[in-house]
């Protein structure tokens, strides 16, 4: 991976890449210091939720392209679950790093495919036993099962009409990924404590964190609390 990002970072815009995994983080990294680790793992994460939250319309899609004023941002899913993410001058031409990256890719994919052939063991496959021919044993006696108790209703039940008013609002701000990021968020506010009314105001200021605009922020602020009056956001 360190050679993928290296031989990128060689293209005349690339201002450098790095590779991430979900669950093991930034594996590789070639970034300039400004680039702090924190700051890449909030990258990677807000770019794999805009990824997810496109293939809900868009299952084929395998790369995404965004563009700043001051730099662009290439996202693409490599082999299981890793992402290589690139950081270019904002008048970089894409054509050029997608060639060079089909390029590296297809030597990238060949090697780690043999790397997981060779790392897979192989079966040793036992030579078959002769029939064992059991007796029939004698018929039992049936024996009725208690049905279950039913399952005891979720806590966040009780507020489900108030986590659904802000998880439509939200969309109004974020868009397709809106509700992937909700449930994230809501996921993270629920654990260790049973959600309820009065929770809602810490739900609120974490969605409003999500926005990331203050403006923005406070609009969605705004709206959430006209629709549910009640509720002591």
């Known amino acids: 991976m360190q050679q993928l990002i290296d031989d990128l970072k060689s293209i005349p815009g690339v201002i450098g890449a790095f590779v991430y995994h979900p669950s093991e983080g930034v594996r590789s990294n070639n970034l ?11 990258m990677a994460k807000g770019l794999m939720k805009i990824t997810a939250a496109g293939r809900h319309n868009f299952h084929d899609l395998s ?12 996202c693409r899913q490599l082999t299981g679950s890793n992402f290589l993410v690139v950081v270019c001058d904002p008048e970089i031409n894409f054509n050029v790093v997608n060639m060079s990256l089909n390029l590296a890719m297809e030597e990238v994919n060949s090697r780690i495919a043999a790397q997981e052939l060779k790392s897979t063991p192989i079966a040793k496959t ?19 099962t208690p049905a279950a108790a039913p399952a005891s209703p979720s806590p966040v039940g009780n507020i489900s009409h108030e986590l659904e008013v802000m998880a ?12 992937i990021i909700f449930d994230d968020a809501v996921d993270l506010w629920s654990q260790g404590r049973t959600p309820s009314k009065s929770d ?8 409003c964190q999500e926005i990331g605009d203050p403006d923005k922020s406070k609009h969605y602020r705004e709206l959430v609390r006209e629709q549910l009056p009640s509720s002591g956001i």
Do not use: T, W
């Not at 809602?200 to 969605?207: E, K, N, Q």
């Open 63 to 74: 790369e995404i392209f965004l563009c700043y004023e001051e730099s662009s941002i290439l």
């Open 126 to 144: 036992a030579p078959l036993a002769p029939p064992v021919i059991s007796p029939a044993a004698p018929p039992q006696p049936v024996v009725a």
């Open 200 to 207: 809602l105001p810490a739900l609120l200021d974490s969605l």
């Open 32 to 42: 300039p210091p400004l680039f702090k680790n924190e700051r890449i793992s909030e």
């Open 168 to 179: 439509q609002n939200l969309s109004k701000f974020l868009g397709p990924m809106a509700r």
